[in-house]
T-cell receptor, first 115, second 112 residues
């Protein structure tokens, strides 16, 4: 257990559905991240939040909408996704931003399949 | 931007043998190089890292070497055990959270 939990662990949705991924960290960290992990491709950083403020959006399509209501919770709202969005979505947290050399702790991920 | 290449994509070794995974990077400004281990059904976990002011770092059976001139760094696992079987990722960073680039991963299989 890394102290970062994600729900659901698996999600199957149609292209017209709206769903949300949830991440919760129990480590008292101030920074949280969303990554996309596709098969045989490098992890792609999607969003970064520091002290509940979004500090990075790596050219992610608007069909992905993050929300960080407090420093312990991070959501990824999904709507009108495409089949190519099927991937493992990983949440991570760190005490400070990775730039300060703080280790990132990853959750187990949500396996998303878009039909 | 930075380009991190990782080789091999798959690696199979006999228990007790050593395993070496190599990564190259393109941006000489990168100065932080972590390695992650991802077991099935879990997220990546940091196992060792190295900064550009150090050439080698060791932690029990795991070591990482860095050649800044050639822009490559390697993960060495000695006396491999079946529980070392996992996917290993390298990464390179310039110290900024938005400049954190991962390799495509190496699936290591340690045969008992």
């Amino acid at each position: 257990e890394t102290g970062v939990t994600q729900t659901p662990r698996h999600l199957v949705m149609g292209m017209t559905n709206k769903k949300s991924l949830k991440c919760e960290q129990h480590l008292g960290h101030n920074a949280m991240y969303w990554y996309k992990q596709s098969a045989k491709k490098p992890l792609e950083l999607m969003f970064v939040y520091s002290l509940e403020e979004r500090v990075e959006n790596n050219s992610v399509p608007s069909r992905f909408s993050p929300e960080c209501p407090n420093s312990s919770h991070l959501f990824l709202h999904l709507h009108t996704l495409q089949p190519e969005d099927s991937a493992l979505y990983l949440c991570a947290s760190s005490h400070g931003l990775v730039s300060s050399g703080d280790e990132q702790f990853f959750g187990p991920g949500t396996r998303l399949t878009v039909l | 931007g930075e380009n991190v290449e990782q080789h091999p994509s798959t690696l199979s070794v006999q228990e007790g043998d050593s395993a070496v995974i190599k990564c190259t990077y393109s941006d000489s400004a990168s100065n932080y190089f972590p390695w992650y281990k991802q077991e099935l059904g879990k997220g990546p976990q940091l196992i060792i890292d190295i900064r550009s002011n150090v050439g080698e770092k060791k932690d029990q059976r795991i070591a990482v070497t860095l050649n800044k001139t050639a822009k490559h760094f390697s993960l060495h696992i000695t006396e491999t055990q079946p529980e070392d079987s996992a996917v290993y990722f390298c990464a390179a960073s310039q110290g900024n959270f938005n400049k954190f680039y991962f390799g495509s991963g190496t699936k290591l299989n340690v045969k008992p």
